[in-house]
Nanobody, 119 residues
Framework: QVQLVESGGGLVQAGGSLRLSCAAS????????MGWYRQAPGKQRELVAT???????NHADSVKGRFTISRDNAKNTVYLQMNSLKPEDTAVYYC?????????????WGQGTQVTVSS
């Protein structure tokens, strides 16, 4: 079984920064994709950014230039540096681990961490 534990959420003023971390543990295949998704109240969960084990990244247009995803393969940890935060970034942020090239049906999720940006 795989477990994902997120940390780093909180309350910040608009224009501020936060860094999220997600540590994965358990039986993890080395070829994987980790990412961050978010869900605001009344909205569907949406992709924020992903990074694969080869360090190729993908960022949603809404966060490009402000958020940066990175990972430490040795620690099975993924990070999300969030700068220039806006009130519309307020959401619960979820960490994800998947094996899109092995089995697209496998997805693991963290418990979520709240990010609140005040105006």
């Amino acid at each position: 079984q795989v477990q994902l534990v997120e940390s780093g959420g909180g309350l910040v003023q608009a224009g501020g920064s936060l860094r999220l971390s997600c540590a994965a543990s358990g039986a993890i295949f080395s070829i994987n994709t980790m990412g961050w998704y978010r869900q605001a109240p009344g909205k569907q969960r949406e992709l924020v950014a992903t990074i694969n084990s080869g360090l190729s990244t993908n960022h949603a247009d809404s966060v490009k230039g402000r958020f940066t995803i990175s990972r430490d393969n040795a620690k099975n940890t993924v990070y999300l540096q969030m700068n220039s935060l806006k009130p519309e970034d307020t959401a619960v942020y979820y960490c994800n681990l998947a094996y899109p090239t092995i089995n697209p049906n496998i997805n693991y999720w963290g418990q979520g961490t709240q990010v609140t940006v005040s105006s």
